[in-house]
């Protein structure tokens, strides 16, 4: 059996290699006799190699060491060559040459460079103004083309095309400077791109560090101006930019001057402006191909700004007279702007805009007091609000030039068709909506209102809903609060003294004062309104107008719903009630008016008809009552004519009979009724009335029976004619005074007797009509007066 032969690596010592059995110690043998051939035959082709590399290395040492020679050779002519007098003639000839070559070329190529640059110019600025934040790589570039236009123009051969260039360089320059207005006007963005545009401008302009907050200044203050001035309806919102605008123009003059200015400025003098890696990256000036023929004038120049010029002083001096005068302009451009607003919420709102903004950022603003300014924007904005109320509470003439109007259009005639009931509202659709439509339709029927009385009320709803707008800013104006808001921007102005009154005066006095003007304004236009109502009653009612009884049942109807809506123009509930402006002086002569035709209708009847009493044979005191007898009803005569009367009243409308209209048609039925009953008992006296058969049947049969008790029946037999007429008489006058009693119980609404009824039963003046006969008609009269009201309606 074969046994393998172990690793002589393995092995400590040769000893070792006998602890195994001979033929294993044998394969050992073999092996390692194996291995030594192995490494003696690889020892030999590493000598045979090494010593070729030997032989390499020999032959490269004898081949450096003739170059050597040749080196050592070649230094030693040099050494000979290079003394000061050889090299000194050598550069003289250099220079020489150069210059020959150089003094046929070097104008063409400044020439032709130059032109390149100044050709180039307008390209790159119309590239770069693109965009917006190049303003002040593009003062750069224009600072380079002036240089450059300045040494073409010097040249003798100048082409006409340098000054097309210049030309638009100009245009390029004034766009430029547009642009940098706009970025100075512009609030958004940021303080860097701000400083960089003044910088722009300073380099453009060649402007001091002052000259650069001056214009920076009036720059923002025309951009207010402008502001202000804009057209349109949004006049808080540009009140309010423009105020904004003010306050952040300080805060960002406070930032950059002079500090910030002065480093950016100080930073353009680090290199000359051809330097500048910025304008070198300009690959359309091609400044690595033309910069060492450009000129040394343009190649060396540096700016060199003033950026010391300003210093904090007067950086300060400067804001705060800048400060005061855009605030008093600011001022003035708002009430320019205020001029034509007729808008009370657009004004109210930009009060509350402008105070909350100036209370929010006004404390910051430098070379103003916040009191003053905070005092000035209160008394323009309430002055601009009580202009408008007052201008409001003025149109109230148009109301009246409405109602002249309608008066105008009236029939001239003196017939007044009152409105149905049954006939206006005959329409299903009016009871759709809650029958809003329906309710309204007989509200105005009952109250008589046509087209024209509906015209002239929805003019004074129009202008009372416009008045009573203030009313709803006076609630905002109170319900504002400013103490939780801006307490601590108040706290830190240190010059503020409203920090306890702010409240009171901004959501106090402010209110109260526009409530006071309001009611005053309200005040003088009602009584404006009644007088010119007064003056149209007086026109109406002055006998020389047709149709004065319409015109004046229409002026009343206007008078009563202009009374019902007056009362709501209070702007408090606890205020003072507002002084009627409808007098007697305006309600007397138009119901004069309506009384004079109601008489003359209803009067001449009654006249007639007590005319043929006196011609009939009535027999009405059968009904008579009491010892002696005396009435206790009226004639048919007076009850006809009282219910002639309150029909008449009717027919005009049942609405217009206020107490006041009443009392007017009492008053003259009270005169012109007891003229009449008097005229009428002159004519009972004269009068001869015939025996009526049937009385004298009766007389006869009475006084048979009176007779036969007294046994007088001849003395009855032979009453004298005359006697029964002056019964008759007597009869008819207590019948005329019981009616005229009757009649007064309506007419007068005092209990007590007026001294013409009394005048009436002195000529009346029948001879057992004594007090207490008078006193039991009075009696019986009030007592049917009491039964019968409910029938006179109009006059009860």
């Not at 702007?337 to 105070?355: F, K, P, Y």
Request: negative net charge; hydrophobic residues 40%; proline residues 4%.
């Amino acid at each position: 059996m074969a046994t393998e032969a172990p690793d002589p690596r393995t092995l400590q010592s040769w000893e070792d290699a006998f602890q195994y059995p001979i033929p294993t110690v044998q394969k050992l043998e073999q092996q390692l006799r194996t291995t030594a051939d192995d490494n003696r035959e690889k020892l030999r082709l590493l000598v045979g190699t090494s010593y070729r590399n030997l032989l390499d290395t020999a032959e490269t040492i004898i081949d450096m060491e003739a170059q050597m020679e040749q080196v050592e050779l070649k230094l030693g002519r040099i050494g000979q060559n290079c003394n000061s007098r050889v090299l000194d003639k050598v550069s003289g000839n250099a220079l020489k040459m150069d210059t020959h070559a150089r003094g046929s070329d070097v104008e063409r190529y400044t020439f032709a460079s130059q032109l390149s640059v100044l050709r180039n110019a307008p390209t790159v600025k119309t590239r770069l103004m693109r965009k917006d934040d190049q303003h002040l790589l593009i003062a750069k570039v224009l600072v380079i083309s002036r240089l450059v236009h300045k040494a073409l123009s010097q040249s003798k051969s100048k082409p006409p095309i340098v000054d097309q260039l210049w030309e638009k360089l100009l245009s390029a320059r004034r766009k430029l400077l547009r642009r940098i207005d706009r970025r100075l006007a512009s609030t958004t963005g940021e303080a860097t791109s701000l400083v960089e545009s003044m910088c722009a401008y300073a380099l453009a302009t060649s402007s001091t560090p002052s000259d650069v907050l001056k214009h920076f200044h009036k720059v923002r203050k025309e951009k207010m101006v402008n502001e202000l001035k804009k057209g349109g309806d949004e006049l808080a919102k540009r009140g309010i930019n423009a105020l904004q605008l003010c306050i952040q123009t300080c805060q960002e003059t406070q930032t950059i001057f002079p500090r910030r200015l002065a480093e950016a400025l100080a930073k353009l003098k680090a290199h000359p402006l051809i330097q500048d890696q910025e304008v070198r990256g300009l690959y359309e000036l091609n400044l690595d191909v033309h910069d060492r023929w450009i000129g040394d004038e343009v190649r060396n120049y540096t700016p060199w700004p003033r950026h010391d010029e300003l210093q904090r002083p007067e950086a300060e001096r400067i804001l705060y007279r800048w400060s005061k005068d855009t605030i008093i302009i600011f001022l003035k451009e708002v009430k320019t702007a205020l001029q034509g607003e007729d808008r009370l919420a657009e004004v109210a709102s930009l009060r509350q805009e402008l105070i909350e903004t100036w209370m929010l950022s006004g404390p910051r603003m430098a070379g103003v007091k916040f009191a003053n300014v905070l005092d000035d924007l209160r008394d323009m904005m309430n002055e601009k609000l009580e202009a408008i109320v007052r201008a409001r509470t003025q149109a109230l003439q148009g109301v009246v030039a409405e109602l002249t109007t309608g008066l105008d259009g009236l029939p001239a005639n003196n017939d007044t068709p009152g409105l149905s009931l049954w006939t206006t509202t005959t329409d299903g659709k009016d009871l759709s909506n809650g029958a809003q439509a329906f309710k309204t339709t007989i509200l105005n029927t009952h109250q008589g209102r046509d087209q024209a009385t509906l015209g002239v009320t929805a003019a004074f709803d129009n202008w009372m809903d416009s008045v009573l707008e203030v009313k709803g800013i006076v609630k905002s104006m109170k319900e504002a609060r400013w103490d939780d808001t801006f307490a601590d921007e108040i706290e830190e102005d240190s010059d503020d003294d409203l920090g306890d009154s702010k409240q009171t005066l901004l959501s106090a006095d402010d209110p109260r004062l526009l409530e006071d003007v309001t009611q005053e304004a309200i005040g003088n236009s009602l009584q404006d309104l009644g007088k010119s109502l007064s003056q149209i009653a007086q026109s109406v009612t002055d006998g020389k107008d047709d149709g004065a009884v319409r015109k004046a049942v229409f002026v009343l109807r206007i008078v009563r719903d202009f009374g019902d809506r007056i009362p709501r123009l209070r702007l408090q509930e606890r205020s003072l009630p507002l002084p009627t402006p409808f007098t007697s002086d305006v309600l007397k002569p138009l119901h004069t008016t309506l009384a004079a035709h109601v008489a003359q209708l209803t009067l001449s009847s009654l006249e007639t008809s007590l005319a043929s009493s006196i011609k009939g044979n009535t027999q009405t005191h059968i009904l008579w009552e009491g010892h002696p007898p005396l009435p206790s009803q009226p004639s048919p005569n007076a009850f006809r004519f009282l219910r002639e009367l309150n029909r008449t009243m009717a027919r005009l409308g049942d609405d217009l009979w206020a107490p006041a209209g009443v009392a007017v048609v009492k008053g003259k039925m009270s005169f012109d009724v007891i003229r009449l009953l008097e005229k009428h008992v002159e004519a009972i006296k004269d009068s001869k009335p015939q025996k009526p058969i049937e009385a004298n049947t009766q007389d006869k049969e009475s006084d048979e029976a009176d007779g036969k008790e007294k046994g007088n029946e001849a003395d009855a037999a032979d009453v004298a004619p005359s006697t029964q007429e002056d019964d008759l008489r007597d009869r008819r006058l207590k019948q005329l005074l019981f009616d005229a009693l009757y009649m007064q119980r309506f007419f007068n609404d005092d209990i007590k007797p007026t001294q013409a009824t009394d005048d009436l039963i002195k000529k009346i003046g029948v001879t057992d009509l004594d007090d207490a006969a008078v006193q039991r008609l009075k009696k019986n009269a009030a007592e049917y007066a009491k039964k019968t009201y409910l029938l006179f309606a109009l006059l009860a």
